[in-house]
């Protein structure tokens, strides 16, 4: 069975989705609920499910995602 991105997150326990940029590029993530945004932490791709260190001092912007649905 092929997972998607977001079952992928989800099935790890990366349920919050934040919308982040650093000014050049943008990206749509998941993370774990409790994720400190100020510091490193990892995330994975909600367009491809690869999972990547992000240094969040680095942000210029951060948002929330609802999905519409229970976390």
């Given at each position: 069975?092929?997972l998607t991105p977001?079952?992928?997150?989800?099935?790890?326990?990366?349920?919050?989705?934040l919308f982040v940029?650093?000014?050049?590029?943008?990206?749509?993530?998941?993370?774990?609920?409790?994720?400190?945004?100020?510091?490193?932490?990892?995330?994975?791709?909600?367009?491809?499910?690869?999972?990547?260190?992000?240094?969040?001092?680095?942000?210029?912007?951060?948002?929330?995602?609802?999905?519409?649905e229970a976390n």
């Amino acid at each position: 069975m092929i997972l998607t991105p977001r079952d992928h997150a989800h099935a790890c326990g990366y349920t919050r989705k934040l919308f982040v940029s650093d000014g050049s590029t943008d990206l749509t993530i998941y993370v774990h609920p409790d994720a400190d945004l100020d510091g490193a932490f990892v995330a994975i791709c909600a367009d491809d499910g690869k999972r990547f260190r992000v240094n969040g001092w680095m942000m210029s912007e951060c948002e929330d995602i609802n999905e519409g649905e229970a976390n």
